[in-house]
Every structure is written in C-alpha cells, then in structure tokens.
C-alpha cells in the first residue's frame, strides 16, 4: 500500500514536467507600453489565454518606432507589435530580412495633436512655418498621420520627432515643442478640464481610414523555425482583443495601468478606438503607403503594391 502515494506523487510530479515542457517561449517586443491595442498580450496572460494554448510570452517593451523593428531584425524577439508600415516597407526594400504577419490598425483613431490651453493656435492650419509639431520617431504612425494631417491642412510648420507621450507632454508644457502628440486616454481629463486643447485628430485624415497603418512583424528567418508557435500567439492574439472588447476587466486594467479614471478609459476606447480597425487579416491601400513612404523618403524610387508582396505572410486570418 505504501507504493500507492509514492505512485501518485510521482504521476503528479510527471504530469507538471510535461506540462513545463510543453511551453513554448517567445519573445515579444511591444511599443509604448500600456496603450489600449499595445495591450492585448497583457490581456491575454490576464484571461489566461496564452497558457491554455501552450505558450510562454516575454515582453519587451520598446519607444516605439525603430527601436521595435530593430529588435524584430536582429533577432533578439520572436515578434514584434505595432510597427508603422512606412518603416517595414523601407526596411523591407534594403533588403532586411521582414516578414508582415498581421496586420495592427487600420486607419487613424486614437492619435491626437493638441496645445496649451493658452497656445494662439485652434488648427494645424494656424501652425506657421518653423514651428515644431510632434511625432513619436521616423517611420511611425504617428510620423505617418502627421505628414497627411499636415498636407491636408497646407501647413509648413516642421514635423519634429519627440518620443513617447510623456517626454512630448513635458516638451510641450515647457515651451520645447509647439505642437504635443498623445493618444487616448491620455491626457482626455485634461481637454475635458480645459487645460489643454485637441487642434487635430488622426481620423481627420480621410483618406486614411481604410489604409493599414501599423503591421505586426517578425525576422523572416524566426518565422521559417518557429512558424507553428507563432500561429498559435496569433490565434490567440485575436482571442484577446475580442476579450477586451467584451469584458468590463479590460478597462479597469487600461485605467489602471495609465493612472486615468476609468470613465476616461471608456470615453477613450468608446470615442477613438473601433473594434473594426483592429482587424488582423488584411493589408490595407498599401498603394497610399508605398507613395507616402517615397514623400517620407524612406524608399528612394516610386514601388508598387506587387513590388511589396514579398513582405507579407500573413499567418492567421480570421473567419470573420
């Protein structure tokens, strides 16, 4: 009888090895850390998603911009989120070895410029020229949006790039930066309190709201040995946006982890970020994005969409 617990005990002990062994690890990098769509693989280990499909995920957080595309061409992550389009697509024609597996917004929501409430300036138009108007670094979205916003408005006022969110707000408040960039909620109680001023928004842009503006990347190497992996976190990736659009837990935690109030979390989720631009499946009017990546000089010569389609291998998509 004594073999019996033995027995048990060892079941137990083999049943948690296979267990540990079965967890994949990858390695993610994750731009401007606890946004609302930067926070889908915080959802998914918060539903316990990611475990249940046999995967470990470690995050690297990243500014933004070429620090996350570099860290997914070096190899030091498996996947990189969130990159702006015209980054990978210049990276992609000098030869680095990118693959897009998905796509990460489409069309401009959640990104907004705005002033001081004591600033002249109620537009982009009223910008003059030399003045600095922000955007997080070259090849972002915001970049990206920025170029259209100032196109659009015939402003010549200068594209200045200031990093995350919290550098710009104080480049702002002390008088370095003209124009601050931010993206919801941040910053939403302080428009609503009237201490600072929105002069433009990223969805003004229409001709963007069908176009892909940020993609989900990975090194083109990583994908041929780790492919079955990174289906999975892309199964499971879209598993946790539609958990974050359905449960109440994920606003709480936005709220939280970006030290607003949750009526501000939801004004921010509800006003600027639509589910419909989170879909995965499709890049977008890649044409607009290969013409602005050549106005941006980040291509030397004119491309077009079938010069691009070497980039993409989009792993998962959607039945919906």
Known sequence: MIFKPILAALAVLASTTITSYAQEKLKVAIPQRNFWDSSWVQFGQEAGFFKEAGLEIEIFWTDG??????????????????NGFLGVIGAYFKGAPVKVISAQMTGANEIYWWVRSDSPYKTLKDVPEGKTVAFSSPGSSTNLVLLALLRQAGSKAKPTATGGVPGTTTQVMTGQIDVGWSVVPLGLEEVNEGKRRIIARARDVEEMRNQTIRVNIVNSEILKTKRAAIIKFMQVYEKSIDWAYSNPKAIEMLAQNMKV??????QGVNEFYPKSAMQMGEIRDTQRSLDEALAGKFIPTAKTPKDLEGLFDIVHKPAR
């Open 65 to 82: 911009g070429a620090q996350t595309l570099t860290a997914a061409l070096s190899g030091s992550v498996d996947v990189a989120l969130s």
């Open 261 to 266: 109030t949750v009526a501000a979390a939801k």
